[in-house]
């Protein structure tokens, strides 16, 4: 059982990126999911929850607008659609599985399943 993310990268401001959570050994559909994200040197942030229902969506007031979270039941698969990047969206960002409706719980050992995490730099 497990979540890998992958999709980060070095962009550039105002760019674009998608992330992805593929998920092994259980179905996304079955449970509520959540992005977080980690800057150097600072604790997790809460970015954007999926709820069980896959369709009710809630975001961080600091990527409300910006970014969109959705999923793929077939794929099993989480994604999170990054526009209009800033300097300030730079950092390690990790998918999370809870049990509930809605994850926004910013402790790791919380979450039921949780990813390893990629690496999103926003740098001109």
């Known amino acids: 059982v497990q979540l890998v993310e992958s999709g980060g990268g070095l962009v550039q401001p105002g760019a674009s990126l998608r992330l992805s959570c593929a998920a092994s050994g259980f179905t996304v559909n079955d449970y509520p999911m959540t992005w977080l994200r980690q800057a150097p040197g600072k604790g997790y942030e809460w970015v954007a929850a999926l709820y069980r229902n896959g369709e009710d969506t809630d975001y961080a007031d600091s990527v409300k607008g910006r970014f969109t979270v959705f999923r793929d039941n077939v794929k099993n698969t989480l994604y999170l659609q990054m526009d209009n990047l800033n300097t300030e969206d730079t950092a390690v960002y990790f998918c999370?599985?809870?049990?509930?409706?809605?994850?926004?719980?910013?402790?790791?050992?919380?979450?039921?399943?949780w990813g390893q995490g990629t690496q999103v730099t926003v740098s001109s």
């Open positions: 999370g599985a809870c049990s509930g409706n809605v994850c926004r719980d910013t402790r790791p050992f919380r979450y039921d399943y």
